[in-house]
């Protein structure tokens, strides 16, 4: 995934949810709130996340997106390893909770 199909990723309504809730559901205080006011979050927060992917798609120089390529491949990288492992995981019914 190059750096313009990952905002375009975060730029539409299911990308900007689906990062948001995979880092709000492990945030303890995020999980103490009442069901009503995690709505609230989600929806305000998905809108951020949308707005400031379409501004950097905007606004940003295309040139620019491309310098900073090499390093977003590398986060993008260990970060979809991490992913994929805590996937296996939890998928692995030989793992247990300790």
């Not at 103490?32 to 709505?39: A, D, H, I, R, V």
């Not at 120089?61 to 986060?75: D, G, K, N």
Request: net charge positive; aromatic share 12%; charged share 10%.
């Amino acid at each position: 995934m190059s750096v313009q199909e990952f905002f375009t990723f975060l730029a539409s309504s299911a990308g900007a949810t689906a990062a948001l809730s995979f880092i709000a559901e492990r945030i303890p205080a995020f999980q103490k709130l009442q069901s009503g006011t995690k709505s609230l979050y989600m929806l305000v927060g998905s809108l951020l996340i949308a707005g400031v992917a379409y501004v950097v798609l905007t606004y940003v120089p295309t040139e620019t997106l491309v310098q900073i390529t090499p390093a977003f491949q590398l986060v993008y990288g260990i970060v979809g390893t991490w992913i994929a492992n805590q996937v296996a995981h939890k998928a692995d019914p030989h793992t247990t909770k300790i």
